[in-house]
């Protein structure tokens, strides 16, 4: 049930402006902090080298430790410090650098993971095949060629362990294992597209974590308006083969905006991705706005068989934006955490700042939306906005399965 709750919206208000005021040592004026104090970690999971002969080649593998980054070091001062409005400290949406002549940069795309080796040996020339798997026998792993003995991997899972061994002709070393940073966000690095990440790799109020690998947002893979494709052949190559996308969700286009998706008619990744036109209204309260859009997006979350699926509007930012945030909220992720994911958009070159504004902005924030409903936590709050627009209970439950069971 809806409660149209004037009080709680000053009181959420209040409770996030107090936080900003922390965020600035308790003043109300002046220039916020340019360094944060970092959160304290907690290092967990596998990691070991590999040092043996095989087939004549006498291999080292070296051990790449338990915390291993993802995030480029800007992202990872962000992510690491506690106060989570003060986005603008790191980037702002264009991140323009006058000194290089650059008036806008793309600072969303991850850092690799760096894998070198020595293969004692291996004769000049040798074509090596790295092989990173999640499984310790090596099951589906991915694999990478090179000439090199070093060789940089994008888009790995956060929080996971990894096994990884080096081929070098019939020669194969034994595996060595590392395991990446839990710290989302996982941001992944498509070639022709702005603003990408994956909607799991989130801790949650049940202990469990948001599943990775099932749905993915982002920004447009054409232009708007003339629908010329901007994905590059190697970022469809990502998509498909990479994260293995079978249905595309696009927010472009609603009444306010009819031609803004290009009037195209299937994905910009080719015939074997579902493509679903669901054009959103922005200007305004998103969730009044969009009813009928939000139950079709969220019946499609409901079908197992879509997945993966990546759901974008322009610039992967406003109308994606509250969709991630309802969807995270109804599986339980950490508020502190909706808004970093939120706020993490401005790493990309999505023409302008965004801000805390964007969640708790009396008749339109994302969190503010949320809190017209009734419930104990926001996850109860989301499930009730959810029923609200006609998304069944059955359709809700069993995406919190999808994701968390």
Not at 7 to 22: R, T
Not at 161 to 186: D, I, L, M, N, Q
Request: charged share 20%.
């Amino acid at each position: 049930m809806k409660k149209l709750h004037i009080f709680g919206a000053f009181a959420l208000a209040a409770v996030f402006a107090l936080c900003s005021a922390c965020a600035r040592g308790g003043q109300t004026g002046g220039d916020p902090p340019k360094e944060d104090p970092p959160m304290e970690e907690e290092e967990k999971g596998i990691s070991s080298g590999f040092t043996g002969t095989a087939g004549g080649v006498a291999f080292t593998l070296p051990d790449l430790g338990t915390e291993v980054s993802l995030h480029t070091q800007l992202q990872s001062k962000y992510l690491k410090s506690k106060y989570v409005a003060l986005i603008s400290n790191y980037a702002d949406g264009v991140n323009a650098d006058p000194a290089a002549g650059l008036d806008h940069r793309e600072l969303s795309h991850p850092a690799p993971v760096n894998f070198t080796w020595t293969a004692a040996g291996a004769p000049a020339g040798t074509e090596y095949t790295l092989s990173v798997s999640e499984n310790a026998d090596m099951g589906t792993p991915w694999t990478f060629k090179t000439e090199e003995t070093s060789y940089s991997v994008y888009n790995l899972k956060v929080g996971t362990s990894y096994y990884w061994t080096v081929a070098a002709g019939e020669a194969v070393s034994g595996a060595a294992s590392f395991t990446t940073e839990g710290r989302g966000p996982r941001n992944l690095y498509v070639d022709g597209v702005a603003n990408v990440r994956d909607m799991g790799g989130w801790a949650t109020e049940s202990g469990k974590t948001v599943k990775q690998g099932l749905l993915f947002r982002c920004g447009r893979l054409n232009e708007n308006y003339t629908g010329k494709i901007t994905v590059t052949e190697a970022g469809i190559d990502t998509m498909l083969n990479t994260l293995g996308v079978k249905t595309e969700i696009d927010l472009r286009g609603g009444e306010n905006d009819p031609s803004e998706y290009g009037n195209v008619e299937r994905s910009m990744l080719g015939d074997s991705v579902a493509y679903h036109h669901i054009g959103m209204n922005w200007d305004g309260n998103i969730f009044d706005l969009n009813p009928h859009q939000l139950k079709e997006i969220f019946t499609i979350f409901a079908d197992e068989a879509s997945y993966p699926i990546i759901f974008h509007c322009s610039i992967g930012t406003d109308r994606t934006g509250f969709v991630a945030y309802l969807l995270n909220a109804l599986l339980g992720v950490d508020e502190n955490d909706l808004a970093r994911d939120y706020l993490f958009s401005n790493f990309a070159y999505i023409q302008g700042a965004r801000e805390m504004s964007g969640i708790t902005k009396a008749g339109k924030g994302f969190n503010w939306i949320i809190n017209q409903y009734e419930g104990e936590k926001l996850s109860d709050k989301a499930r009730a906005a959810l029923l609200d627009i006609g998304v069944t209970a059955a359709q809700v439950d069993k995406i919190v399965s999808i994701f968390l069971g």
